[in-house]
């Protein structure tokens, strides 16, 4: 049930079909580089675009910008220290800062460390690699299944987990991560049972556990839902015995947090705070504010109590649910269960005339566009070359921003371009970037003709 109302509005509008077509031609086939008022539906990302409440609004204002010790920072503290359980935090400029901060200083006395995750994120494997260590991938089996119906497909797989310390020796092995909910699984949730199991294999091969915490809510929301041990606990209870079992935890706050922009570690650990802060200065900025304005530091320190209130969080992960199934009825090869944060669809199956080759994800993605000015992002042999990932296409939700009827529009659209599948043609890479890992964000294409 819908938990909030409106206070202040934001125009859309959908241009013609002749200027969407233009517009692609324009942006060279790359939805990125679309001006984001020439888009209807913004299903790009969730990470940051999300509407702030009017007590964000109000904590905004009453931003303490002193350079050192503002009241900004100790509510941030104190926040994290109810909802989270942590009683230091180093704040950054968003989950990034956070990782480099952390990852920087856990990984920099062990050359050629090995790291396993139960996936990483885009961001934390470049983290992870700058630090000369190799990421590591061990997710449960059927985290790349789309149609398994089982409920914690974000899980870190113990399996791969001990096969992995078993081939490199417990000694490379200094940091173990989970990630939670699990972004590059489809936003899969992780029990807190398997995050125990998790913290107790770190404990026993003596490796820091370190949770990356981005979208905790959601994941304490699917705990609830589906862990029989929880049913009766609060999303903040849930939370907080979640998170305990880390030494320390990178959160972005463009998430969780329901702000547009910030991050922050925090520990229980004070000799790990202490080697964070010197890294924290020289990157982010005085440990009290780390690149972040006072006010965006009061503003985050409101958005995390309210991320586990039982409302909102039941509202968002619903609202995504919802969304699913609005695509799943229209014919959509949507990935089951729905995830925390984005409904997910298979373009291999929903264009099986193209081969990998021809984009598959990226053609799905710009017919979107066209038919309906929405705009969600290809996850698929685009974004990931020679990986052999399922060709997905993401439709992020952002928070609190959307109603019913945008995701009927989105539905109706994917309903028009399934119809007229056959005549999408594939895609090849007309301008090519320098660093293969992220020729997604700038990489111009065009047509292959049939
Ligand atoms: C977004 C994200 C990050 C990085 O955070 P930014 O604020 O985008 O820098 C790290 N890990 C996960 C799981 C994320 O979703």
Redesign the pocket.
């Known amino acids: 049930m819908v938990s909030y109302k409106s206070k202040s509005v934001e125009r859309i509008s959908l241009p013609s079909r002749e200027e969407r077509e233009r517009n692609l031609q324009q942006a060279q086939y790359n939805v990125f580089n679309l001006p984001a008022d020439a888009v209807f539906i913004d299903l790009l990302t969730d990470?940051?675009t999300g509407a702030m409440s009017d007590e964000q609004w109000a904590a905004l204002l009453r931003g303490d910008e002193a350079y050192a010790g503002s009241q900004s920072f100790e509510r941030l503290e104190s926040a994290v220290s109810d909802v989270m359980g942590f009683e230091h935090v180093i704040p950054a400029h968003?989950?990034?800062?956070a990782?480099n901060v952390l990852y920087g200083t856990l990984l920099g006395d062990t050359p050629d460390a090995v790291v396993p995750n139960n996936t990483h994120?885009d961001?934390?494997r470049a983290h992870v690699a700058n630090q000369g260590a190799a990421p590591v991938d061990c997710p449960v089996p059927d985290a790349h299944d789309p149609d398994a119906d089982e409920p914690f497909k974000g899980n870190t797989s113990l399996e791969e987990l001990r096969a992995v310390v078993d081939d490199v020796g417990a000694d490379q092995v200094p940091l173990v991560i989970q990630?939670i909910t699990n972004?590059s699984a489809a936003g899969q949730p992780v029990s807190v049972d398997n995050t125990r199991r998790v913290r107790e294999f770190a404990e026993e091969i003596d490796a820091t556990f370190v949770i990356?915490a981005?979208?905790f809510a959601e994941n304490a929301y699917f705990v609830h839902q589906r862990e029989d041990e929880f049913s009766d606990a609060t999303i903040e209870e849930i939370a907080r015995e979640q998170l305990g079992y880390a030494d320390a935890i990178?959160m972005?706050?463009?998430?969780d947090g329901l702000v547009n922009t910030g991050?922050f570690v925090a520990t229980n650990d004070p000799d790990l705070f202490d080697r964070c802060k010197q890294r924290a200065i020289l990157y982010e900025g005085f440990p009290t504010y780390g690149g972040m304005a006072g006010r965006d530091l009061a503003a985050m320190a409101v958005g995390l109590r309210e991320a586990v209130t039982e409302t909102y969080v039941a509202d968002r992960v619903e609202q995504v649910r919802t969304f699913g199934s609005l695509l799943a009825d229209v014919g959509a090869p949507v990935y089951t269960p729905t995830g925390g944060h984005a409904v997910y669809l298979d373009a291999a199956e929903a264009l099986p005339h193209l081969e990998a080759t021809a984009f598959p994800g990226q053609a799905l993605v710009c017919a979107l566009y066209r038919e309906g000015g929405v705009r969600g992002v290809e996850l698929g042999s685009f974004a990931f070359p020679d990986t052999d990932r399922p060709e997905l296409v993401r439709l992020a939700v952002p928070r609190r921003t959307y109603h019913r009827e945008h995701f009927e529009h989105v539905a109706e659209t994917v309903k028009t371009v399934l119809e007229n599948s056959g005549a999408i043609s594939g895609l090849e890479i007309a301008t090519d970037p320098a660093i293969p890992e992220l020729r997604h964000f700038t990489a111009g294409l065009e047509p292959v003709s049939p």
Do not use: A, Y
């Open positions: 990470s940051g968003q989950g990034r800062g990782e994120f961001t934390t990630t972004n990356d981005c979208r990178v972005s706050g463009k998430k991050g």
